[in-house]
C-alpha cells in the first residue's frame, strides 16, 4: 500500500485529509503505536481522527486487518492518543508563552478578545459559569461588530493551564494570533475533535446566527 496516496481511514474506508487522520504504525514488540506527528517508520494505517472511531478500531480487531499480521492492541489505546494530543498541545502552549503570544486573566483576556488580538480563548475545567459567560459575551460582540468568531475550548483543568503557562490558579486564557498562536491553535483544534468538539462554541455560534436571523426579521 502506498500510504502517501492512500490515506484511507480502517474504520470507516473513506479518504481523508493527513489532519482529518491519525496514523498508527506497528512497534518493534507487534504492538500498536500511534504515531501523532505522522514521521515514524514502517507502514501505517490510518484512523479518523476522534476517539471513537479509535476505539472501534481497536474493539473490532481492525488493525490486524490493516497491517496483515497479528499485533498487539494497548488496552486503552484511545486514552493513550488523548494523551499524547494533550501533551502536544500543552507543550506548544508553553512555547506561546515563552514568546509573549498569551494574555492571562478575566481582564486581560476579554481585553484581547474585544480588541480583536485573541485567536482563540481557553477556559479551565473548573472555571465559572459567571467568568465564562462574560468572556463569551466579548467573543459575541467582537462577532458583531465585524470582527472574527473568536473560539473558546474547554480543554484542561486549572493544574493542567497554570503548569504549561508558568502560573498559579490561571482559569482564563487568550492565545494572540501570530505564528506562535497558530502552531498552539493547530494542536487545541486536534485535542477538540478528537474528545468530540466543543458544546461552548456550537453554542455560541448558533446564538449569533440566531440573533443576526432576529435582526434581519426586523428589518
Keep these: 500500500m502506498d500510504e502517501m496516496n492512500d490515506r484511507t481511514c480502517i474504520v470507516t474506508r473513506r479518504q481523508a485529509e493527513p489532519d482529518e487522520l ?55 489505546l484511545g486514552g493513550m492518543v488523548d494523551g499524547l494530543l494533550s501533551r502536544s498541545a500543552l507543550g506548544m502552549l508553553g512555547l506561546a508563552r515563552k514568546a ?26 473548573e472555571a465559572s459559569d459567571d467568568g465564562v459567560r462574560k468572556i463569551s459575551q466579548a467573543r459575541r460582540a467582537t462577532v458583531h461588530l465585524g470582527g472574527p468568531a473568536i473560539l473558546a475550548y474547554k480543554l484542561f483543568s486549572e493544574a493542567e493551564l ?32 478528537y474528545r468530540g468538539g466543543s458544546p461552548d462554541d456550537l453554542a455560541m455560534l448558533a446564538a449569533v446566527a440566531d440573533e443576526d436571523d432576529a435582526a434581519e426579521d426586523m428589518e
Design 22 to 76: 491519525i496514523r498508527f504504525v506497528v512497534g518493534p514488540d507487534s504492538a500498536v503505536v500511534p504515531d501523532i506527528k505522522k514521521n515514524l517508520p514502517g507502514r501505517g494505517c490510518w484512523v479518523t481522527a476522534d476517539r471513537l472511531h479509535i476505539d472501534k478500531a481497536a474493539a473490532k480487531n481492525l488493525f490486524a486487518r490493516a497491517f496483515k499480521a497479528q499485533v498487539a492492541v494497548p488496552a486503552d
Design 100 to 125: 509573549g503570544a498569551i494574555a492571562l486573566g478575566a481582564t486581560k483576556v476579554e481585553s484581547a478578545v474585544r480588541g480583536g488580538l485573541a485567536l482563540f480563548v481557553l477556559h479551565a475545567a
Design 162 to 193: 497554570s503548569l504549561a503557562l508558568g502560573g498559579t490558579n490561571v482559569i482564563h486564557a487568550a492565545v494572540l494570533a501570530g505564528d506562535a498562536g497558530r502552531a498552539v491553535q493547530k494542536r487545541m483544534v486536534a485535542l477538540d475533535r
